[in-house]
């Protein structure tokens, strides 16, 4: 099925839709994607809204690639470790409007975003790794350390919790849940609130000092830490 992925700037506030009519899974083309709409906005925008399709905000790595072979799987893993560190490191902010599931890379891109929004529906929402026999790599654990409550951050991590968008606002995924026909404008209002008031070069040198000593730690283990993924029993 042909992606209908998108982008564009309104008011000085860029928005990536992502959309693959499917589940929203994440592969090297999805990653591509969202690595050039941050380029593009922090080229041309004041903050950057990430959502997905109705019901799906992104159910994480496309199994089809991780089902490749070992190789493969650490290629795309790593590559989603970059980008996830880029949404981190963004020079501008970041609002991520979850439209429902958020499940494995797709909560580990509310962790990395600024602002969480969610929709108020039926949906899941956790890094569910452990339970499908994947190891949580560590760009993922240092996202959920930051920005999860310490007190869900067992359950979330090691105990694979899913959470509801309730739960997930409780545990930390998500900053506010809204009703789901209102979650668009609320995501725009706030980053155009944000666009306004942040100034760009105060928000870098913060982003930098507040951030840049997880994301070098996040880069510089990456090989090693992936260099067994894919082959476990």
Do not use: W
């Not at 922090?42 to 496309?62: H, K, M, N, P």
């Not at 089809?64 to 072979?69: H, M, T, W, Y």
């Not at 979850?98 to 909560?107: E, R, S």
């Amino acid at each position: 099925m042909t992606s209908k992925t998108s982008y564009e700037v309104t008011d000085g506030v860029a928005v990536l839709r992502l959309d693959d009519g499917k589940a929203n899974a994440v592969g090297h083309d999805t990653l591509a994607a969202i690595d050039a709409a941050l380029h593009d906005a922090e080229q041309g925008a004041g903050a950057l809204v990430i959502t997905g399709r109705e019901g799906r905000f992104s159910a994480g790595f496309d199994l089809s690639v991780i089902g490749e072979g070992p190789h493969a799987a650490r290629d795309l893993v790593a590559a989603g470790a970059r980008t996830a560190t880029r949404i981190y490191g963004a020079q501008i902010p970041v609002v991520a409007a979850c439209n429902g599931h958020a499940l494995a890379f797709g909560a580990i891109m509310l962790l990395s975003s600024d602002v969480r929004i969610g929709a108020d529906l039926e949906a899941k929402i956790g890094l569910i790794e452990v339970s499908i026999g994947m190891p949580l790599p560590i760009f993922a654990i240092e996202l959920a350390r930051d920005r999860l409550s310490p007190r869900h951050f067992t359950a979330a991590t090691t105990l694979a919790t899913a959470y509801s968008p309730h739960g997930a606002a409780e545990a930390g995924y998500l900053d506010e849940v809204v009703a789901a026909d209102e979650l668009h404008d609320v995501a725009m209002q706030r980053a155009t609130g944000l666009a306004a008031h942040v100034r760009r070069t105060a928000f870098g040198l913060t982003r930098r000092t507040a951030r840049q000593k997880t994301i070098d730690h996040i880069l510089s283990t990456l090989d090693d830490d992936l260099a067994s993924f894919g082959v476990l029993d």
